[in-house]
């Protein structure tokens, strides 16, 4: 006999609740609630073209830098908008900035800290992941706390504050700085990279670097004690143990909009996405790499507590009325986009993926993506990206007497998309506009993929097909739950907003 339990999730940031019919132990159905109502598409209606800039990276207090640049790249696009190089190297830096403080603080004081849950006590090295990872205590959770906070001192240098910072403006960045921010910066990723290699990889980049298959993996780990007792290390011997590589497959397709624009190739007419970490899709029927193109997007509002329409329809087509009843087939306040009418999952091991990283590939090909593999790559993407970052601050250093801002053309009616790619995957804005007013405004962010309910065809979204046939040893603590959901670096304050309360909760984990 199967029943029906509800669960209010934490450390998602945000709120969630999941309903799990569970039989025998095993979900059998799964629904994710998004209990809070986004506003911020009506909000935007009517004002000036240019107050996405300020309003939209107050969306999340996690993100608010990729809200940025996606906000001022659907500015760029509508006006045919010229772009400094300059002006995009320094997006690139906050943006890589925000993604490898998002990856570190999300795997050290969100996911690791079900690790030291009491079930997995009896396993081997238990010890030293409580030493490492407990909230507040842990050596590694409150390292992490310290060096985050000094890495995002890059965006307040660049952009004069983080979060909310709103220096990119159509053409490029508000205000040139000075070679000073650049040294600066520079001081900060290698005092941030030593921290990473001595406490996270337990050696240097480039020997990490190198692991580039799980048999690779397998050899580091053996090769120093160092390698074994990093958290990275820890994690991966733990993980193994705790079997993870069993929890949370989901749906299989697999979505890039393509990551930090070349500074130099990315320009009007953006007909082609010239990004440095590349765009895809990956077709879990066809087992291949597809070409990405954002007319495939759409959304579904069957199941969402929004004003019905037919199907689902292109962000420039759709709507964002909210309708919410009780009873009925709808049940949260997240949309369901769908890429080419599929079910699919963002983040970072899609963006890895499809860049040719060859570690995420051969995990991959081996393993799939699942709770295991999606941590491993949140470890790994960091290393990749601080050589990135320092690379990209040299390159602004020997070009800084370049333009940072190239003043736009004086487009007052238009419509644009701005896509990027968050910490937690792909991050899209349409906007519309006419006489200097926004007339529409959607935004897609990656929980909403990740998050959505079903659609028009009444198929599950991402996380629901990731907890069905998921082994719940415990109904009253299903720690399971916690793995799959946060795996994925959740935000549900980026997906939703306006809390409803008032309502009874079960329990939470």
Same mark, same amino acid.
């Given at each position: 006999?199967?029943?029906?339990?509800?669960?209010?999730?934490?450390?998602?940031?945000?709120?969630?609740?999941?309903?799990?019919?569970?039989?025998?132990?095993?979900?059998?159905?799964?629904?994710?609630?998004?209990?809070?109502?986004?506003?911020?598409?009506?909000?935007?209606?009517?004002?000036?073209?240019?107050?996405?800039?300020?309003?939209?990276?107050?969306?999340?207090?996690?993100?608010?830098?990729?809200?940025?640049?996606?906000?001022?790249?659907?500015?760029?696009?509508?006006?045919?908008?010229?772009?400094?190089?300059?002006?995009?190297?320094?997006?690139?830096?906050?943006?890589?900035?925000?993604?490898?403080?998002?990856?570190?603080?999300?795997?050290?004081?969100?996911?690791?800290?079900?690790?030291?849950?009491?079930?997995?006590?009896?396993?081997?090295?238990?010890?030293?992941?409580?030493?490492?990872?407990?909230?507040?205590?842990?050596?590694?959770?409150?390292?992490?706390?310290?060096?985050?906070?000094?890495?995002?001192?890059?965006?307040?240098?660049?952009?004069?504050?983080?979060?909310?910072?709103?220096?990119?403006?159509?053409?490029?960045?508000?205000?040139?700085?000075?070679?000073?921010?650049?040294?600066?910066?520079?001081?900060?990723?290698?005092?941030?990279?030593?921290?990473?290699?001595?406490?996270?990889?337990?050696?240097?980049?480039?020997?990490?670097?190198?692991?580039?298959?799980?048999?690779?993996?397998?050899?580091?780990?053996?090769?120093?004690?160092?390698?074994?007792?990093?958290?990275?290390?820890?994690?991966?011997?733990?993980?193994?143990?705790?079997?993870?590589?069993?929890?949370?497959?989901?749906?299989?397709?697999?979505?890039?909009?393509?990551?930090?624009?070349?500074?130099?190739?990315?320009?009007?007419?953006?007909?082609?996405?010239?990004?440095?970490?590349?765009?895809?899709?990956?077709?879990?029927?066809?087992?291949?790499?597809?070409?990405?193109?954002?007319?495939?997007?759409?959304?579904?509002?069957?199941?969402?507590?929004?004003?019905?329409?037919?199907?689902?329809?292109?962000?420039?087509?759709?709507?964002?009325?909210?309708?919410?009843?009780?009873?009925?087939?709808?049940?949260?306040?997240?949309?369901?986009?769908?890429?080419?009418?599929?079910?699919?999952?963002?983040?970072?091991?899609?963006?890895?993926?499809?860049?040719?990283?060859?570690?995420?590939?051969?995990?991959?090909?081996?393993?799939?993506?699942?709770?295991?593999?999606?941590?491993?790559?949140?470890?790994?993407?960091?290393? #990749?990206?601080? /050589? *990135? =970052?320092?690379?990209?601050?040299?390159?602004? !250093?020997?070009?800084?007497?370049?333009?940072?801002? +190239? %003043?736009?053309?004086?487009?007052?009616?238009?419509?644009?998309?701005?896509?990027?790619?968050?910490?937690?995957?792909?991050?899209?804005?349409?906007?519309?506009?006419?006489?200097?007013?926004?007339?529409?405004?959607?935004?897609?962010?990656?929980?909403?993929?990740?998050?959505?309910?079903?659609?028009?065809?009444?198929?599950?979204?991402?996380?629901?097909?990731? #907890?069905?046939? /998921? *082994? =719940?040893?415990?109904?009253?603590?299903?720690? !399971?739950?916690?793995?799959?959901?946060?795996?994925? +670096? %959740?935000?549900?304050?980026?997906?939703?907003?306006?809390?409803?309360?008032?309502?009874?909760?079960?329990?939470?984990?």
């Amino acid at each position: 006999m199967s029943r029906l339990i509800t669960v209010d999730m934490n450390r998602v940031e945000g709120d969630l609740r999941l309903k799990i019919e569970l039989e025998a132990g095993v979900v059998k159905n799964a629904w994710t609630v998004g209990t809070m109502f986004r506003g911020f598409e009506q909000i935007l209606l009517g004002r000036s073209k240019m107050d996405g800039l300020v309003i939209t990276p107050r969306i999340c207090g996690i993100c608010g830098t990729a809200h940025l640049y996606a906000a001022v790249s659907a500015l760029e696009t509508a006006m045919g908008c010229p772009i400094a190089p300059n002006g995009a190297r320094v997006r690139n830096i906050c943006l890589m900035t925000e993604e490898i403080q998002s990856d570190t603080r999300h795997a050290f004081l969100m996911f690791s800290i079900d690790l030291c849950h009491a079930r997995y006590a009896g396993l081997e090295g238990y010890a030293d992941i409580v030493e490492a990872f407990t909230p507040f205590q842990g050596r590694v959770y409150r390292e992490t706390i310290v060096e985050t906070k000094k890495l995002l001192g890059i965006v307040a240098l660049f952009g004069g504050q983080w979060p909310h910072s709103s220096h990119m403006i159509p053409g490029g960045v508000a205000g040139q700085g000075n070679r000073r921010a650049i040294v600066k910066s520079l001081g900060i990723i290698d005092s941030y990279t030593r921290w990473y290699e001595k406490t996270v990889l337990g050696c240097s980049l480039d020997r990490w670097l190198s692991v580039r298959s799980l048999a690779d993996l397998d050899q580091w780990l053996e090769e120093r004690d160092e390698h074994r007792s990093g958290a990275l290390g820890l994690f991966v011997r733990f993980g193994r143990q705790a079997e993870l590589a069993k929890l949370g497959r989901g749906s299989g397709n697999m979505l890039s909009y393509g990551v930090y624009f070349d500074p130099v190739k990315w320009q009007p007419p953006f007909a082609e996405r010239t990004c440095l970490r590349a765009p895809g899709f990956y077709n879990a029927e066809t087992q291949q790499i597809e070409p990405f193109s954002q007319d495939s997007v759409t959304e579904h509002v069957k199941h969402s507590w929004f004003r019905d329409y037919e199907g689902g329809r292109h962000p420039f087509d759709g709507e964002t009325v909210p309708s919410y009843e009780t009873g009925g087939d709808k049940y949260s306040w997240t949309k369901a986009p769908r890429y080419k009418d599929k079910v699919v999952e963002v983040g970072c091991v899609p963006e890895l993926f499809m860049a040719g990283d060859p570690l995420t590939q051969s995990i991959f090909h081996q393993m799939g993506v699942n709770v295991f593999t999606r941590q491993l790559a949140r470890l790994h993407r960091p290393a #990749l990206s601080l /050589l *990135q =970052i320092r690379a990209m601050l040299i390159e602004l !250093e020997k070009n800084f007497d370049d333009s940072f801002y +190239d %003043a736009p053309p004086p487009v007052e009616s238009g419509k644009g998309v701005g896509l990027v790619h968050a910490a937690r995957g792909a991050l899209g804005h349409w906007i519309e506009f006419a006489g200097g007013k926004i007339t529409k405004y959607q935004v897609i962010s990656p929980t909403t993929w990740n998050a959505s309910p079903r659609d028009a065809q009444d198929r599950p979204g991402h996380w629901e097909q990731s #907890l069905i046939g /998921l *082994q =719940i040893k415990d109904e009253s603590d299903p720690v !399971e739950l916690g793995h799959v959901i946060r795996s994925h +670096d %959740a935000c549900l304050v980026c997906t939703v907003h306006f809390l409803r309360t008032g309502r009874e909760l079960s329990y939470s984990i």
